[in-house]
Nanobody
Framework: QEQLVESGGGLVQTGGSLTLSCVVSARTFTSTPMAWFRQVPGEEREFVAGINWNGETTTYADSVKGRFTISRDNDKKVVYLQMNNLKPEDTAVYYC???????????????WGQGTQVTVSA
């Protein structure tokens, strides 16, 4: 069955770095765009970064541009998010998924995973 498993989160100081991984167990993975999202408890989920099916194009939210890098390995079926120069406002639960009809359409191919917690202390 299709499944998303995020990992790599943790507690880090302001200015630190983390690398998140998303293992995608889905036959359609190699033909879908992938994206990272984050959500603070009680608030709406927001788009963070996206990558097209073959990794040739990427896009980032203004809040993380220049600090985060999204990448993918279609052979291993893994999506990565390298996060540098982390800030307290980056604190959230991070999720991955395959968006439909645009990066922020609100529709997704897969069932959401559990996410991974990122906490950035001041």
């Amino acid at each position: 069955q299709e499944q998303l498993v995020e990992s790599g989160g943790g507690l880090v100081q302001t200015g630190g770095s983390l690398t998140l991984s998303c293992v995608v167990s889905a036959r359609t993975f190699t033909s879908t765009p992938m994206a990272w999202f984050r959500q603070v408890p009680g608030e709406e989920r927001e788009f963070v970064a996206g990558i097209n099916w073959n990794g040739e194009t990427t896009t980032y939210a203004d809040s993380v541009k220049g600090r985060f890098t999204i990448s993918r390995d279609n052979d291993k079926k893994v999506v990565y998010l390298q996060m540098n120069n982390l800030k307290p406002e980056d604190t959230a639960v991070y999720y991955c998924n395959a968006p439909r009809r645009g990066w922020t359409s609100g529709n997704y191919y897969y069932i959401w995973g559990q996410g991974t917690q990122v906490t950035v202390s001041a």
